[in-house]
């Protein structure tokens, strides 16, 4: 499910588009499965626009 909604996401489309400072905010809207955050997902993506920063 995942893959399928990345191919038409914004973030891809940021990335696709070179505009790598609008990245960190796509990310993290990616924290929810079933509609509901998880807070696994969210410290993940914390990390990723961490390490994204870097």
Aim: proline residues 4%; hydrophobic residues 40%; without cysteine.
């Amino acid at each position: 499910m995942w893959a399928a909604a990345h191919l038409n996401s914004t973030l891809l489309k940021k990335l696709n588009n070179g505009q790598y400072d609008q990245v960190p905010a796509q990310l993290m809207r990616w924290d929810k499965a079933g509609g509901k955050v998880v807070p696994g997902l969210k410290k993940r993506r914390e990390s990723e626009v961490k390490l994204w920063n870097s």
